[in-house]
């Protein structure tokens, strides 16, 4: 069982940065793939970003590569998002997913191949 808890969303202006933070309990933290989704007000949960529990390996949606930075720190139970050069499209409620998808088969990206989920944090970017 891993229980996750999502911190560090808000408002932000159009170009700034936020960095989320998801919290995890559960002894097998290091033995689970981390998954990043957004959810905008009557939209589809979409991928963001994920990595991989054994080789750290990351993969992330077109329109964040270069602006977002997926990273775990397995002593410490988390898993981060760095988000940089942010745009009033990233507004959404983020949501961190635990879970062992195949990473080579890309499965990664779907959300039912997690099993745990945080309740989320709003990002609000707007002038």
């Known amino acids: 069982q891993v229980h996750l808890v999502e911190s560090g969303g808000g408002l932000v202006q159009p170009g700034g940065s936020l960095r989320l933070s998801c919290a995890a309990s559960g002894r097998t933290f290091s033995s689970y793939g981390m998954g990043w989704f957004r959810q905008a007000p009557g939209k589809e949960r979409n991928f963001v970003a994920a990595?991989?529990?054994?080789?750290?390996?990351?993969y992330y949606t077109n329109s964040m590569k270069g602006r977002f930075t997926i990273s775990r720190d397995n002593a410490k139970n988390t898993v981060y998002l760095q988000m940089n050069s942010l745009k009033p499209e990233d507004t959404a409620v983020y949501y961190c997913a635990a879970g062992r998808p195949n990473f080579y088969s890309g499965r990664y990206y779907y959300a039912n191949e997690y099993d745990y989920w945080g309740q989320g944090t709003q990002v609000t970017v707007s002038s």
């Open positions: 990595i991989s529990w054994s080789s750290g390996s990351t």
